[in-house]
C-alpha cells in the first residue's frame, strides 16, 4: 500500500513550493516529533477499522482511490491551506478552480459556464435547486424513484414540494408517468439523474428535453455518479444519446470525488446560463476587498471552502485531459467493461440472478431463491460470508415487482428483496474478475 515514491515526488513538490516564499524572514514552526508521531501511530492503528476501499476487492460502495497525483497535489497545497472563498485567502487555488470548471463545462459541450467546485454532490444539488426554487417560486422538483434521497431532503430544506415518479423495469425515469405529473402543472424542475446509485441506471434525458418544449420546467442534470462516463467510446447507443443531450439543461452537478479520482469532498455545480449567478448577491464589508475581478465566494452558497481541492483537481486534469480516447477515458471504458463481462458471469451463475444489464458501472444481482423472503436472507448471508474471505460488497432494497421481472420464479411474500450490489468504478477491476466471481460463487456455496 505504502509508495515511497509518492513520498519523493510530495517532498520535491514542497522544495519547489518553499522557492516561491525564499524572501521571507524564518521563523520557528518547532513542534514535539515524538508526540506527533506517537499520535500518528495510533491514527493509523486506528484506520485498520476500515474495509480496504482503495484494493479490487472492494467491489461494494463508491469509494474510488484518488490518483497519486491528485493526493500529492492536495497534501503539498496543505503547506499554504489556501481558502477558496475569497481571492485573498486562495489567488493561484481560486485561478486553477476556474480553469477546472471551464474545462468541466468543455466536457458538457458548454463555454464558460458559471460554476465552482463544492463539498460534494449533496450541497451542488443544493445550489442547482435553490436557484431553481428562485427562478420558479414555490413550484414543485420532481425526481425518479431511484434518484439520490437528497433531492427529496433538500426540496424540503428549501421549503418546495417534491413528488417521485415512478421507474420502469430497467431503472429509468417513466415518461409517461412524468407526463401525466406535468399536466397538473405547478412543477419547475425535474431532475434527470445520469447515473443513479442504485442501480447505475440513466434517466431518458432526451424524452425530458422534448417534454420541456410543451411544459416550462427546468431540467437539472444530477451527473454526480456517472458525469464523467460521456468521455467513454462503449456506451451503449441510448445512453450515448442521453450524454448528447446533455448540453441542453439547465444546470450540472458532477462529482470530482467519484469517478474524478479526487479525495473527498469534491464536486462542482454547473449552470449553463452564467446570468444565475445575480441570485447569489450579497453584500460584505469585509470579504472582497483585494480585486475586482469575481471571487468564488459571490456564486456560491458555501463560504470557505477548502483551495486544496482545487489544486488537486486542476494537477489531476493537467495529466489527464478530459478528452474522447484518452488515457482518463480508457480507465471509464475499463470500468464498463468490467461490468458488463461481471453480468455476463452472473447470468451462468446456479446461484445469482443478474437484474438489468448495467448501462455504465453498477451491476445488480440477487439470490436465486423460492420466494423473496429467502432470497433477502440468503443474499445477507453472502454478503457475510464473502466479507470473511475479503470480497466487500454492497446491499440495496429494490421492489419486489422490480426483481421478479428478471426472477420470475422468485415468489413475492414480502414487499422488497434485499439484493447485491457490487460497484466497478476501479480499472483494475476488470482484471480481477476471475478472483471476484470465485469468492462469490463459494461464498454462495458455503451458505447452502
Aim: proline content about 6%; some cysteine; hydrophobic content about 40%.
Amino acid at each position: 500500500m505504502t509508495d515511497t515514491t509518492e513520498l519523493t515526488l510530495l517532498r520535491n513538490a514542497l522544495d519547489k513550493l518553499a522557492e516561491g516564499y525564499s524572501d521571507l524572514p524564518e521563523f520557528s514552526t518547532e513542534f514535539d516529533a515524538g508526540a506527533v508521531g506517537d499520535v500518528l501511530q495510533e491514527v493509523a492503528t486506528r484506520m485498520h477499522d476500515n474495509f480496504p476501499y482503495y484494493h479490487p476487492q472492494y467491489a461494494g460502495q463508491m469509494l474510488k482511490p484518488p490518483h497519486p497525483v491528485a493526493r500529492i497535489a492536495y497534501a503539498m497545497s496543505l503547506w499554504v491551506n489556501p481558502n477558496n472563498h475569497a481571492l485573498d485567502g486562495g489567488r493561484a487555488s481560486s485561478a486553477m478552480e476556474k480553469e477546472c470548471v471551464i474545462e468541466l463545462g468543455r466536457m458538457f459541450g458548454w463555454d464558460g459556464p458559471l460554476g465552482h467546485l463544492t463539498g460534494g454532490g449533496t450541497m451542488a444539488n443544493l445550489e442547482a435547486l435553490w436557484v431553481a426554487g428562485r427562478l420558479h417560486p414555490g413550484k414543485r422538483i420532481v425526481a425518479s424513484e431511484q434518484s439520490h434521497y437528497t433531492h427529496s431532503r433538500i426540496s424540503e430544506v428549501l421549503g418546495l414540494p417534491f413528488s417521485p415518479v415512478a421507474v420502469t423495469g430497467d431503472g429509468r425515469m417513466d415518461i409517461v408517468e412524468l407526463e401525466l405529473l406535468l399536466r397538473e402543472g405547478n412543477i419547475g424542475t425535474v431532475v434527470a439523474t445520469i447515473g443513479n446509485t442504485g442501480l447505475g441506471a440513466v434517466d431518458p434525458l432526451p424524452d425530458l428535453v422534448a417534454l420541456q418544449s410543451k411544459y416550462d420546467f427546468r431540467i437539472h442534470a444530477d451527473a454526480a455518479y456517472g458525469g464523467y462516463f460521456g468521455l467513454a467510446g462503449q456506451l451503449h447507443d441510448d445512453t450515448r444519446a442521453v450524454y448528447d443531450s446533455l448540453a441542453a439543461v439547465d444546470s450540472i452537478v458532477i462529482d470530482p470525488h467519484k469517478h474524478g479520482l479526487q479525495p473527498y469532498g469534491c464536486g462542482c455545480i454547473l449552470f449553463r446560463d452564467p446570468s444565475v449567478g445575480q441570485l447569489y448577491k450579497h453584500s460584505s464589508p469585509f470579504t472582497y476587498f483585494s480585486s475586482a475581478e469575481l471571487h468564488l465566494g459571490e456564486i456560491s452558497l458555501e463560504c470557505s471552502r477548502p483551495g486544496a481541492s482545487a489544486v488537486a483537481l486542476w494537477a489531476t486534469q493537467r495529466l489527464l485531459p478530459l478528452v474522447r480516447e484518452g488515457e482518463f477515458a480508457a480507465m471509464l471504458n475499463d470500468c464498463l467493461y468490467a461490468a458488463r463481462d461481471f453480468w455476463k458471469r452472473l447470468r451462468d451463475s446456479k446461484y445469482f440472478v443478474p437484474l438489468m444489464e448495467p448501462e455504465l458501472d453498477i451491476v445488480v444481482y440477487a439470490i436465486d431463491a423460492p420466494d423473496s423472503r429467502s432470497a433477502s436472507e440468503r443474499a445477507r448471508r453472502v454478503f457475510s460470508k464473502a466479507a470473511e474471505h475479503d470480497l466487500h460488497l454492497a446491499m440495496i432494497e429494490l421492489p419486489v415487482q422490480l426483481v421478479q421481472r428478471y426472477a420470475p420464479s422468485i415468489k413475492a411474500n414480502s414487499e422488497t428483496i434485499t439484493c447485491l450490489r457490487s460497484v466497478l468504478m476501479k480499472p483494475e477491476h476488470l482484471d480481477w474478475l476471475d478472483r471476484i466471481v470465485e469468492v462469490l460463487e463459494l461464498s454462495a456455496a458455503e451458505i447452502t
